[in-house]
């Protein structure tokens, strides 16, 4: 299959009354859509639309500020699937969501995990032989309540911004890929490769015909989809925010509390230049 080139053009409407670059006060949202198709040969509209929401608690104190921000977005393909099993959006066109911590980069979402059979036939169980391949989705939300804490005068000085938080979303819509399972590999010199696939229960690869054996063989795999569902992915946590002489850091703590089959959690995340 050649490659596919992509044209596309965009847009973004910006309504932005915050108090500045460490808001405490006021509201954003930002609307984009981007049309592909226009000189390429992929095709599609991809719209996303993002709002955020600050308060200053004035009841708790001075330094307490609470935010709400909820996003989502959309790819809609203006094409059919170039073949079955395949979906009209290239996985570079595709969403991956925003990081939801608690769980890995690229954690939620359609996946496939490849798992490698054992030379019985069963499945090798251990994750050493197991491979995960995020796919993303065309479709996904996000909305993260964060609350951020008053410090004394030593921390401000440093550029601390201690915050505890709730994330939530999910990645999903895709075309249900082709997989494949296959028990046993079995070779022969300048012959075709043969496969044993379920149901087969004969592991030997002499029922292929004089010169394969099982010394010329190798374990297969079975491949499963996993992870395409809008169901909610939920995480709980703490947090700071540094800035620091190199740079905005984020440090965060947190721990998965909803998930599905696939899912990548991972309970400390350290991000470079990330305002969340």
């Not at 595709?94 to 054992?118: H, K």
């Not at 190798?218 to 709980?236: H, K, N």
Request: hydrophobic share 35%.
């Amino acid at each position: 299959m050649g490659k596919r080139l992509t044209s596309a053009i965009g847009y973004s409407l910006v309504y932005n009354d915050t108090d500045g670059i460490r808001p405490t006060r006021g509201q954003s949202v930002v609307l984009s859509q981007d049309f592909a198709g226009l000189g390429g040969d992929v095709k599609y509209i991809r719209s996303r639309l993002t709002g955020i929401k600050y308060w200053q608690l004035g009841l708790l104190g001075g330094g307490w500020v609470l935010s709400a921000r909820a996003e989502g977005g959309y790819i809609h393909p203006l094409e059919k699937s170039p073949s079955t099993g395949s979906d009209p959006i290239r996985i570079t066109d595709r969403f991956f969501g925003t990081q939801l911590r608690g769980f890995d980069i690229r954690g939620i979402g359609p996946r496939i995990i490849r798992e490698q059979y054992a030379a019985d036939g069963t499945i090798d169980t251990s994750q050493k032989n197991q491979v995960s391949d995020a796919l993303g989705g065309r479709a996904y939300y996000m909305g993260r309540i964060e609350l951020e804490f008053p410090t004394n005068s030593s921390l401000k000085s440093f550029g601390l911004r201690p915050s505890a938080f709730i994330d939530v979303g999910s990645v999903w819509r895709l075309t249900t890929p082709v997989t494949e399972d296959i028990i046993k590999f079995c070779y022969k010199s300048a012959a075709p490769t043969q496969e044993i696939r379920p149901p087969s229960t004969n592991l030997d690869c002499a029922q292929f015909g004089a010169g394969y054996d099982n010394t010329n063989s190798s374990p297969g795999f079975r491949e499963r989809y996993v992870g395409d569902s809008a169901r909610p992915r939920l995480s709980i946590g703490i947090g700071v925010n540094w800035v620091s002489p190199f740079g905005p850091l984020r440090i965060d703590i947190a721990k998965a509390l909803l998930k599905t089959e696939g899912d990548e959690t991972k309970l400390f995340s350290f991000n470079v230049g990330t305002q969340f």
